[in-house]
């Protein structure tokens, strides 16, 4: 039987996220080679070969997360619960400071960011949560309690490194798992009242940096802000006017030339633009948005509340991931350090992706698995 539900694995989210890696790859060698020799002082494909390292450690943490039955990872709410919060606090106490944030831990010689991953513990804590308490769901404490708690002390701690844009995306990811729970509407009033309360909160205890690069995103050319937290959406701005409709030409980008800082990461969008022009953009937005769908449409098919969390929580967090990093090339939200899923250059990033659509096309089998035998 095991060999039979293997064999109903979905190819579409086996091919798009592998295409959309690639195509990953290829752009991160043509952004990333003027700052790999100027700024890191290493040979122009130090970034391509880095990537592909983890692109092939990715292959095999697909395919191991492939086989293994999704259900599992039900067995793992309590190690998440208490173990996350202690990964996270080794990293504020012993983790390496890199632009400002202290997000990496070492592990022989190989750094990782551990941030990266909570956004899937927390999708398989929420997801195995709420799918027990389908029967008491109507009582707001039991059924939202320990998780919120669970939730504040991630974001706390995403927060304190500081790596502000993946503690929101966490929250986003969470309220999306939680609406589509089964939760009563006034239940949902309520955690509206707890967000908007929480976001007064943390208001105040935003930094002067933070700050600036709110309204940066609301006037990058004004003058205190041109020559600091702007001067990166504008020269964004640029290259992507530059790129117009048909783009300079794979390779041929100007802003890369030390005018838009690390174009490698979370602003390698811009550089599509510019040197692939609307075609480049657009293979990429309909990329994404076909991987979006499937999961989603994965979600709708199963019959099983804990397959169907899972898959909208992964599918939730590609989705939520890259409107907000296009929205902060654009000018549409404040510069958070979001990467784009699949393109910008990230070990950690692509490695939980990987593991994450492993784990979507597992949920996508069984689904396929199951209708088949009614089918029969």
Known sequence: MRKKIIKSYDYALVLAPLILSLFGIIMIYSSSMVVAVDKYE?????????????????????????VFPYKIYKKLLK??????PLLLGLVLLFGKATNNAQSWLNFGGIGFQPAEFMKLGVIIYLAGVFSNKQSYIK???????????????IFFLVYKQPDLGTGLLILAISGLIIICSGIRIKHLSRLALVAVIGAFLL???LTEEQLNRFAAAYNPFDEEIAESDGYQLINSYIAIANGGVTGEGLGKSIQKFGYLPEPHTD???SIISEELGIFGV????????FI??????????????????????????????????LGAITGLLPITGVPLPFVSYGGSSLLLLMISMGI???????SRFHQLTIDK
């Open 203 to 205: 208001y105040p205890l």
């Open 139 to 153: 009582k707001f404490l039991p059924a939202f309690g320990p998780p919120l708690l669970f939730i504040f002390f």
């Open 292 to 325: 979006v769908w499937k999961g989603f449409s994965t979600a709708i098919k199963i019959n099983d509340p804990f397959g169907s969390l899972m898959a909208i929580g992964i599918s939730g967090m590609i989705g939520i991931q890259s409107f907000v990093n």
């Open 282 to 289: 657009g293979f990429v937005l309909f990329m994404l948005a």
């Open 79 to 84: 190690p998440i619960f208490f173990g996350a």
């Open 42 to 66: 290493g040979t122009p494909d130090l970034f391509f070969i880095k990537q592909l390292k983890w692109f092939l450690l990715g292959i095999f943490v697909y395919i191991f997360t492939l």
């Open 360 to 366: 979507l096309n597992n949920i996508a089998m069984f």
């Open 267 to 269: 602003f390698i969008m």
